[in-house]
């Protein structure tokens, strides 16, 4: 009895002996699972602040662009508002310089007719003068 006392506890030794390598074994593979979860987590943590970080920055790209495209059209309006200014202008300068060639040409024409006049008459006087 006592041999297979003794054979029963080795038997329940080793018994204990496996069970404790097997446990052994599975903390240590958990452990190595945890210690590779930790590093997903912080790898996790920063993609996640880099995809914060990324989506402010398009934000703020999007306002530039909002705000950029406010102004292009701010300053077109004025580029317009000034080229239209310019154009009446322009009109009004036209308008003048015809009005002011129109004068010249009817005082020419006036003088002309003057002139015609004058020589006409002195022409008659020349002829006066010589009937005398």
């Known amino acids: 009895k006592e041999l297979e006392k003794g054979t029963g506890n080795k038997k329940l030794i080793e018994q204990k002996s496996e069970t404790l390598t097997a446990l052994q074994?599975?903390?240590?593979?958990?452990?190595?699972?945890?210690?590779?979860?930790?590093?997903?987590?912080?790898?996790?943590?920063?993609?996640?602040?880099?995809?914060?970080?990324?989506?402010?920055?398009?934000?703020?790209?999007?306002?530039?662009?909002?705000?950029?495209?406010?102004?292009?059209?701010a300053e077109n309006k004025k580029f317009q508002q000034f080229k239209n200014a310019k154009n009446k202008e322009i009109v009004q300068l036209k308008r003048f310089e015809e009005k002011k060639r129109a004068d010249l040409y009817k005082q020419a024409a006036a003088q002309q007719r003057s002139a015609n006049v004058m020589k006409r008459r002195y022409e008659e006087a020349q002829t006066m003068n010589k009937r005398l």
């Open 25 to 73: 074994k599975q903390i240590a593979e958990l452990q190595t699972k945890c210690r590779e979860n930790e590093k997903l987590l912080k790898i996790k943590k920063g993609n996640d602040s880099e995809l914060q970080k990324l989506g402010k920055e398009i934000q703020e790209m999007k306002k530039q662009r909002v705000d950029l495209l406010k102004n292009m059209r």
